[in-house]
C-alpha cells in the first residue's frame, strides 16, 4: 500500500515537471483560472509550482554535472 501511493506521488510531480518544462520551453501553461473554485485552484497552483521546483532542480543538478554538455 505505502509502494503505491510513493509511485502515485512519484508519478504526479513528474507529471507536473514535464508541465514545468512545457512552459519553460514553450510559453505555454495549464490556465488555471478557467478552475471556478478557489481552492482548487490553489491546489492546482502550489501542484503545478511543486513541478517547477523540481524541474529547476534537475535543470541545476544537469548544468553542474560531468556527465551532461551543451549541444548546439
Do not use: W
Not at 21 to 44: C, H, L, M, N, Y
Request: charged residues 15%.
Amino acid at each position: 500500500m505505502l509502494g503505491r501511493l510513493f509511485h502515485f506521488g512519484f508519478d504526479a510531480i513528474a507529471i507536473s515537471a514535464v508541465l514545468a518544462g512545457v512552459k519553460k520551453t514553450t510559453g505555454f501553461a495549464p490556465d488555471t483560472t478557467q478552475i471556478p473554485e478557489s481552492s482548487v485552484r490553489s491546489i492546482a497552483d502550489g501542484y503545478l509550482s511543486a513541478g517547477e521546483t523540481v524541474f529547476n532542480l534537475v535543470i541545476g543538478q544537469a548544468v553542474t554535472s560531468s556527465y551532461f554538455k551543451k549541444t548546439e
